[in-house]
């Protein structure tokens, strides 16, 4: 009996142990919990490779503190003498290279890939537990690698100022933590794209089909937002100052309708929102088609906006 009420004290003990800790990050600025960026950074560079009229290039900065960054930056070839506006883009999991070999016609911009520094899958079996907490470290430090990034390619000889952040599915969701440490570092986003986000991140994991089993889902959910809650979009929104346009999915089976909603209510405006039909945003065979129009879309609109220069051909922006 003395067991069991031990254990039960202990436990409530923990409950409100954790509790407390969480009410306490609630409340303090959210970029006083991230790491900051890094300048200065050394950077590598892999030989560049031409195609299609794109120099396509590999380059990782060096940071001591927050890890190796990876980024993959297409130029137009030849590389044209006015300054370059950059495009920032924040794919689904995988390497940059991947998440930008299918924005084309990008005319004569700076298109950056961020090579996500987590796994594709976050959690591969018991042993996964073993570095959850090198994941949260590097999950944590994404918003401070982006931005040191963003600023060493603001330096290249090439680059404009205006800079604009594609944030597409997982990338909807950083893109918020991101822009406000670039903007309180002096980096400040122009325009910005969240395509197929939601908020709190543990609703996006309490309704995951692929988070198995699936019963784990719901007790998930308030770890994630409480050990997230830094990086939670819905805080850092509001002091955005960028313009912003949201694209959603009707039938988004990621995505709950109600997270998306919270999500596209805490966009400040000047926002533009679009919906399209459909299932969450990918790269198959099946989706190829809405992926082309989103990318058609988002084009249209920075271009719109003077974030981006048009393409030679005026027919490519339709």
Same mark, same amino acid.
């Given at each position: 009996m003395r067991l069991r009420r031990g254990l039960i004290a202990g436990a409530l003990l923990l409950l409100a142990g954790l509790t407390a800790f969480v009410t306490w990050r609630d409340r303090r600025d959210p970029l006083a919990l991230l790491p900051q960026p890094h300048h200065e950074l050394a950077a590598d560079r892999t030989p560049a490779t031409v195609a299609d009229g794109r120099r396509l290039q590999h380059v990782v900065l060096h940071d001591p503190k927050?890890? /190796?960054?990876?980024?993959?930056? $297409?130029?137009?070839?030849? %590389?044209?003498?006015?300054?370059? +506006?950059?495009?920032?883009?924040?794919?689904?999991?995988?390497?940059?290279?991947?998440?930008?070999?299918?924005?084309?016609?990008?005319?004569?911009?700076?298109?950056?890939?961020? /090579?996500?520094?987590?796994?594709?899958?976050?959690?591969?079996?018991?042993?996964?537990?073993?570095?959850?907490?090198? %994941?949260?470290?590097?999950?944590?430090?994404?918003?401070?690698?982006?931005? $040191?990034?963003?600023?060493?390619?603001?330096?290249? +000889?090439?680059? /404009?100022? &205006?800079? @604009?952040?594609?944030?597409? $599915?997982l990338g909807a969701l950083a893109a918020p933590a991101i822009e406000h440490v670039a903007e309180r570092d002096g980096r400040p986003i122009g325009w910005t794209i969240l395509a197929y986000g939601g908020a709190p991140l543990g609703a996006l994991v309490a309704a995951n089909p692929h988070v198995r089993p699936g019963w784990v889902r719901s007790l998930l959910a308030p770890i994630v937002d409480g050990l997230l809650a830094p990086l939670q979009p819905t805080r850092?929104?509001?002091?955005?100052?960028?313009?912003?346009?949201?694209? *959603?999915?009707?039938?988004?089976?990621?995505? +709950?309708?109600?997270? @998306?909603?919270? %999500?596209?209510?805490?966009?400040?405006?000047?926002?533009?929102? *679009?919906?399209?039909?459909?299932?969450?945003?990918?790269?198959? +065979?099946?989706?190829?088609?809405?992926?082309?129009?989103?990318?058609?879309?988002? &084009?249209?609109?920075?271009?719109?906006?003077?974030?981006?220069?048009?393409?030679?051909?005026?027919?490519?922006?339709?």
């Amino acid at each position: 009996m003395r067991l069991r009420r031990g254990l039960i004290a202990g436990a409530l003990l923990l409950l409100a142990g954790l509790t407390a800790f969480v009410t306490w990050r609630d409340r303090r600025d959210p970029l006083a919990l991230l790491p900051q960026p890094h300048h200065e950074l050394a950077a590598d560079r892999t030989p560049a490779t031409v195609a299609d009229g794109r120099r396509l290039q590999h380059v990782v900065l060096h940071d001591p503190k927050r890890g /190796d960054i990876g980024l993959t930056i $297409s130029l137009p070839e030849p %590389l044209p003498a006015k300054p370059l +506006p950059i495009l920032l883009v924040l794919g689904g999991l995988g390497t940059g290279e991947s998440n930008i070999r299918y924005l084309t016609d990008a005319g004569d911009n700076a298109i950056v890939g961020y /090579d996500w520094p987590i796994p594709v899958r976050f959690y591969d079996g018991p042993a996964g537990f073993l570095r959850l907490m090198k %994941l949260y470290r590097r999950l944590m430090a994404i918003p401070a690698q982006v931005t $040191s990034a963003l600023e060493w390619v603001a330096a290249e +000889p090439w680059a /404009d100022r &205006r800079i @604009s952040l594609l944030g597409f $599915s997982l990338g909807a969701l950083a893109a918020p933590a991101i822009e406000h440490v670039a903007e309180r570092d002096g980096r400040p986003i122009g325009w910005t794209i969240l395509a197929y986000g939601g908020a709190p991140l543990g609703a996006l994991v309490a309704a995951n089909p692929h988070v198995r089993p699936g019963w784990v889902r719901s007790l998930l959910a308030p770890i994630v937002d409480g050990l997230l809650a830094p990086l939670q979009p819905t805080r850092h929104l509001p002091d955005l100052t960028s313009q912003f346009l949201v694209l *959603e999915g009707t039938d988004d089976a990621l995505i +709950p309708a109600a997270a @998306s909603a919270r %999500l596209r209510d805490a966009v400040p405006e000047p926002k533009t929102v *679009e919906r399209f039909a459909g299932d969450h945003v990918g790269v198959g +065979p099946d989706k190829a088609a809405l992926l082309a129009q989103i990318i058609a879309d988002s &084009r249209a609109w920075l271009i719109d906006k003077g974030a981006i220069d048009p393409p030679p051909d005026a027919t490519a922006t339709q």
